[in-house]
Nanobody, 118 residues
Framework: QVQPVESGGGLVQAGGSLRLSCAAS????????MGWFRQAPGKEREFVAR????????DYAASVKGRFTISRDNAKNTIYLQMNSLKPEDTAVYYC???????????WGQGTQVTVSS
C-alpha cells in the first residue's frame, strides 16, 4: 500500500486555526472512506474524524465536534482537516488513513505535527 503524505501542521496559539492536507496516490482513494487520527505524546493514537467516499457522510470524535471539519477532493486524491478554535489539548501528530468506521485500515504516513500554545 502507498503511504499517504500529510502536511499543514505547525505552531499556533490557542484559539487559532490550521488546515491539514493529506495526499494519497492509491487508485482506490476515490472509493475509500478516509479519516484523520492523532497521537499526543505519551498517549495512544486516537480517532479524530472520518469522511465517506463521496463526502456525503462525516463523523467526529466528541472532543473535536463543532471545531473541526473534514472534507475531500477526489479529483486531487486529497482530504483536508480544517481545525478552528484550537486548544492546547489538540497538540499531537496528525495522521490520515483509510477508515473502516473509526478504525484505521491502511498504511501510515509520517504525520504532521500540530502544536497549540496556551
Amino acid at each position: 500500500q502507498v503511504q499517504p503524505v500529510e502536511s499543514g501542521g505547525g505552531l499556533v496559539q490557542a484559539g487559532g486555526s490550521l488546515r491539514l492536507s493529506c495526499a494519497a496516490s492509491e487508485r482506490t482513494f476515490s472509493t475509500s472512506a478516509m479519516g484523520w487520527f492523532r497521537q499526543a505524546p505519551g498517549k495512544e493514537r486516537e480517532f479524530v474524524a472520518r469522511i465517506n467516499w463521496n463526502g456525503g457522510t462525516t463523523d467526529y470524535a466528541a472532543s473535536v465536534k463543532g471545531r473541526f471539519t473534514i472534507s475531500r477532493d477526489n479529483a486531487k486524491n486529497t482530504i483536508y482537516l480544517q481545525m478552528n478554535s484550537l486548544k492546547p489539548e489538540d497538540t499531537a501528530v496528525y495522521y490520515c488513513n483509510r477508515a473502516l468506521n473509526r478504525t484505521p485500515s491502511g498504511s501510515w504516513g509520517q504525520g504532521t505535527q500540530v502544536t497549540v500554545s496556551s
